[in-house]
């Protein structure tokens, strides 16, 4: 987990919670809990967080404060949350967004 943010431009310097497992598209990761959900995926390499509707275009974090919507996935079933500053729980299901759903384009 060499990749974390420690300081986040809004949300301030992150204290490290307890360890936490979540799953990314299926896969188990760890995190800490209550660090923003694109920071953990970012500490585990994983920087693609969705595909644009139109251009099916990787989009990942960009501003990381919320007003952008690049870090936008499913996180339990729900679309369109803004990884960079919702909080990371245990047994969290994280998806990869295309478009507005979590079917690649291609199985659409």
């Known amino acids: 987990m060499s990749e974390r943010i420690e300081e986040h ?3 301030g310097v992150q204290k490290k919670g307890k360890t936490v497992k979540f799953t990314m598209d299926g896969k188990e990761i760890e995190g ?5 959900i ?3 995926l970012k500490a585990a390499g994983l ?3 969705r595909y644009t509707q139109k251009e099916h275009k990787p989009r990942g974090i960009f501003c990381a404060i919320g007003r952008c919507t690049d870090c936008v996935m499913i996180v339990d079933g729900v679309p369109n949350i803004r990884t960079c500053i919702t909080p990371l729980k245990d047994g969290m299901r994280v998806q990869t967004q295309y478009g507005v759903s979590g079917i690649p384009f291609e199985d659409q």
């Open 47 to 49: 920087m693609v967080h």
């Open 38 to 40: 694109a920071a953990a």
């Open 32 to 36: 800490y809990e209550g660090e923003p």
């Open 9 to 11: 431009p809004i949300l």
